[in-house]
């Protein structure tokens, strides 16, 4: 499926809302809305709320994260924000300051 | 890194400013303003509502504001453009809609742009309209109407009663997203 990329070198001051998948390698402020997976690479910046159907981060991300299917901080990661998903993985190696909710 | 390329999809809607480095692509909305140092693409289905500034713009969707190339601007075949053109080199293709300024040259990107007056006179533009000296004047190249308007919404009003006023290209209203709109931020 086409996706959405914000390239390293970007930078993104507002709102973005889609139906696709999107890559995150730059910069982002404001708040994304996605249907499909969100990717915030290593060496993004993401500082909004980041609605998605599954969340992937790598790079630095600030703002709460809501999924509807799971969100896995990756080795190298940063989050500062609160986690609601059905599933949320944290490697070992991210930093993670925040809540996290579950489907308990 | 550096050769990094930025799209945005078709389903995607930017609300709010895009700058940085790179190239763009755009097949989606953005309401807001665009400035790269790279290359903007605007796909046949993308549509910019805001200046847009960059090395080399390739227009093939629909924008309403002005395009600031510092190198060129082309407007291909099925763009609509309502605003002001201004870049060392300009290309307006057949079937390229546009209403506003254009100045080419290199002195244009210093300069500012003068609105064209009401008499945007619909030149005989061959098929590729490409300046590569500097022109003293700004001159308005508005296509005669085209046979078939592009957008479903548009209202092609007396054709034949006015032939010396094209209808003006027709860009999509592009407010009507149900999304709530962004709280300006400032930061």
Do not use: C, W, Y
């Not at chain 1, 992937?56 to 299917?69: E, F, Q, R, Y």
């Not at chain 2, 395009?67 to 053109?85: F, I, K, P, S």
């Not at chain 2, 919404?153 to 054709?159: F, K």
């Amino acid at each position: 499926m086409a996706s959405t990329v914000i390239g390293a070198g970007i930078i993104i001051e507002g709102e973005i809302t889609t139906d696709e998948d999107v890559v995150v390698q730059g910069t982002v402020r404001g708040k994304v809305t996605a249907k499909e997976a969100v990717t915030i690479q290593q060496g993004a910046t993401v500082e909004a709320d980041v609605i998605g159907g599954g969340l992937v981060v790598a790079g630095t991300l600030t703002g709460n994260i809501t999924a509807s299917d799971r969100v896995d901080l990756q080795a190298g990661a940063r989050v500062v924000g609160n986690v609601k998903a059905a599933r949320v993985t944290i490697a070992d190696g991210a930093q993670f300051k925040g809540n996290v909710d579950m489907d308990v | 890194m550096a050769s990094s390329v930025t799209v945005i999809g078709r389903t995607t809607r930017v609300r709010g400013r895009l700058s940085g480095d790179g190239d763009l692509q755009i097949e989606g909305l953005v309401v807001g303003e665009v400035v790269t140092s790279g290359n903007v693409t605007i796909d046949a289905h993308g549509i910019v509502g805001a200046n847009v500034r960059g090395r080399r713009l390739v227009i093939r969707g629909a924008v309403q504001g002005d395009l600031l190339g510092e190198e060129a601007v082309v407007l291909e075949d099925g763009a609509r453009v309502v605003g002001d053109v201004r870049a060392p080199r300009v290309a307006i293709a057949h079937g390229a809609l546009m209403r506003g300024a254009v100045q080419t040259g290199d002195d244009g990107a210093a300069q500012p742009v003068v609105r064209a007056q009401a008499s945007a006179k619909p030149a005989l533009a061959p098929p590729r309209v490409v300046a590569p000296q500097a022109r003293a004047n700004a001159v308005a190249v508005v296509k005669p109407p085209a046979p078939i308007a592009k957008s479903a919404s548009s209202i092609s009003s007396g054709p034949a009663a006015a032939p010396r006023r094209p209808p003006p290209p027709v860009v999509p209203v592009l407010k009507k997203t149900k999304g709530q709109v962004l709280k300006k931020k400032e930061r």
